[in-house]
């Protein structure tokens, strides 16, 4: 267990390395006391989870990140929530994986709109090498050219594909655990809760920032909620990116008709995250859609410090990107600077 809070830590852009906190980053969290802190009354939880957050985060500030589906739908793979698993009826239709200048339109589209991180989801079950991946590797490559932080989401990667994304610049990989191990088995079938760990070592070996979280509304119990969050924060190093989500019921899906997520539970979910992994980016992800501004700031109140903007995230709504900036103008919410280097290109 380190005392600064951050040796240990892979450098990725918001490493706040210069931070010294006294408040250690723990890898034994236990799901009782895990447990324990969930069910804190409200404002206790949000005021514990606040004081972490600004003994690190002391600027206070909230990433902008953007968000653009790259390879839409067909996926064979059977995740119950997902509108882009070719086998569900839910009236998205496969597209063909996107040409590289397009892409860099749209990066450059959401740098001038304000976003410092761009993010590319493949609906893949895992990266094939081949002509499409060397289409990736050139996204990559571009994203950084403009001077933004790239993540990538692709499925499951080689150790030799890690390495491709690493060398092209790739700052993060999203890939998440979703849910518990206990109840992965009942979401997912086609693949294994090891099969997801496996990936995530490849992408932590390669020296690429780990961006994991999950979703809640999958008809998890709360006991769920909190092993997950004990095995992202007992891993050997804590992911730099933890993306929180909320079920985004979509009709075709199986779970389309699951109970809608109580917003003051993602508050919950999400100071949960903050205390148990202190200098990660929590990023309040899929979900805004469904809940009030206020929920939103509670969130931010709890140590969110991203959220993805724009009015589409992969398939499904966004809130409206006036909507967001009004927000932010009228909260005093506070942009996170990309800390990169400078654009090598206008
Ligand atoms: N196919 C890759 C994979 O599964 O890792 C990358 C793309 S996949 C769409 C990325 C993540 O989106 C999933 O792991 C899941 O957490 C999230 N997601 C997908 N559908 C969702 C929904 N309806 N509501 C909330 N999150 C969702
Ligand atoms: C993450 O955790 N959430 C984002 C991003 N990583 C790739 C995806 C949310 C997808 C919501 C459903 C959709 O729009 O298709
Ligand atoms: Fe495919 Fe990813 Fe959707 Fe699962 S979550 S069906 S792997 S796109």
Same mark, same amino acid.
């Given at each position: 267990?380190?005392?600064? *809070?951050?040796?240990?830590?892979?450098?990725?852009?918001?490493?706040?390395?210069?931070?010294?906190?006294?408040?250690?980053?723990?890898?034994? /969290?236990?799901?009782? %006391?895990?447990?324990?802190?969930?069910? =804190?009354? @409200?404002?206790?939880?949000?005021?514990?989870?606040?004081?972490?957050?600004?003994?690190?985060?002391?600027?206070?500030? $909230?990433? =902008?990140?953007?968000? @653009?589906?790259?390879?839409?739908?067909?996926?064979?793979?059977?995740?119950?929530?997902?509108?882009?698993?070719?086998?569900?009826?839910?009236? +998205?239709?496969?597209?063909?994986?996107?040409?590289?200048?397009?892409?860099?339109?749209?990066?450059?589209?959401?740098?001038?709109?304000?976003?410092?991180?761009?993010?590319?989801?493949?609906? /893949?079950?895992? +990266?094939?090498?081949?002509?499409?991946?060397?289409?990736?590797?050139?996204?990559?490559?571009?994203?950084?050219?403009?001077?933004?932080?790239?993540?990538?989401?692709? #499925?499951?990667?080689?150790?030799?594909?890690?390495?491709?994304?690493?060398? !092209?610049? @790739?700052?993060?990989?999203?890939?998440?655990?979703?849910?518990?191990?206990?109840?992965?088995?009942?979401?997912?079938?086609?693949?294994?809760?090891?099969?997801?760990?496996?990936?995530?070592?490849? +992408?932590?070996?390669?020296?690429?920032? +780990?961006?994991?979280?999950?979703?809640?509304?999958?008809? %998890?119990?709360?006991?769920?909620?909190?092993?997950?969050?004990?095995?992202?924060?007992?891993?050997?190093?804590?992911?730099?990116?933890?993306?929180?989500?909320?079920?985004?019921?979509?009709?075709?899906?199986?779970? !389309?008709?699951?109970?809608?997520?109580?917003?003051?539970?993602?508050?919950?979910?999400? !100071?949960?995250?903050?205390?148990?992994?202190?200098?990660?980016?929590?990023?309040?992800?899929? #979900?805004?859609?469904?809940?009030?501004?206020?929920?939103?700031?509670?969130?931010?109140?709890?140590?969110?410090?991203? $959220?993805?903007? *724009?009015?589409? =995230?992969?398939?499904? #709504?966004?809130?409206?990107?006036?909507?967001?900036?009004?927000?932010?103008?009228?909260? *005093?919410?506070?942009?996170? %600077?990309?800390?990169?280097?400078?654009?090598?290109?206008?």
């Amino acid at each position: 267990m380190s005392t600064t *809070g951050f040796t240990g830590h892979a450098h990725t852009a918001h490493e706040p390395a210069h931070v010294h906190t006294e408040i250690p980053l723990r890898h034994d /969290w236990t799901v009782a %006391e895990t447990r324990a802190l969930y069910e =804190l009354p @409200l404002l206790e939880l949000v005021y514990r989870a606040q004081s972490v957050h600004r003994s690190v985060w002391k600027d206070n500030k $909230v990433q =902008l990140c953007s968000l @653009l589906s790259i390879k839409t739908g067909g996926c064979p793979e059977d995740c119950g929530y997902c509108p882009q698993a070719a086998r569900y009826q839910t009236g +998205v239709k496969a597209e063909k994986l996107m040409a590289v200048p397009e892409v860099l339109e749209a990066a450059k589209t959401a740098r001038e709109a304000g976003a410092t991180r761009f993010c590319m989801g493949a609906a /893949w079950r895992e +990266v094939k090498d081949g002509p499409q991946f060397d289409s990736v590797i050139e996204m990559v490559k571009g994203v950084k050219t403009l001077g933004m932080e790239a993540c990538c989401t692709l #499925g499951m990667v080689t150790d030799s594909q890690a390495k491709r994304l690493k060398d !092209a610049g @790739l700052d993060a990989y999203n890939h998440n655990l979703d849910t518990s191990e206990g109840h992965y088995g009942d979401i997912i079938s086609t693949r294994t809760y090891d099969d997801r760990l496996k990936t995530l070592a490849r +992408v932590r070996n390669a020296g690429i920032g +780990v961006c994991c979280g999950g979703i809640i509304g999958l008809g %998890e119990s709360i006991d769920d909620r909190c092993h997950m969050m004990v095995t992202l924060a007992n891993q050997p190093q804590h992911p730099e990116s933890v993306p929180v989500n909320a079920l985004v019921p979509v009709k075709g899906t199986p779970l !389309a008709d699951n109970e809608r997520v109580d917003s003051l539970e993602m508050v919950r979910t999400i !100071a949960v995250a903050r205390i148990l992994m202190p200098a990660s980016m929590v990023r309040l992800s899929a #979900g805004r859609s469904q809940m009030n501004e206020e929920a939103q700031l509670l969130c931010m109140m709890a140590g969110a410090n991203s $959220v993805f903007f *724009g009015d589409k =995230l992969l398939t499904t #709504g966004n809130p409206e990107y006036e909507q967001d900036m009004s927000l932010f103008e009228r909260a *005093g919410l506070k942009p996170l %600077e990309p800390n990169v280097d400078k654009p090598q290109q206008q």
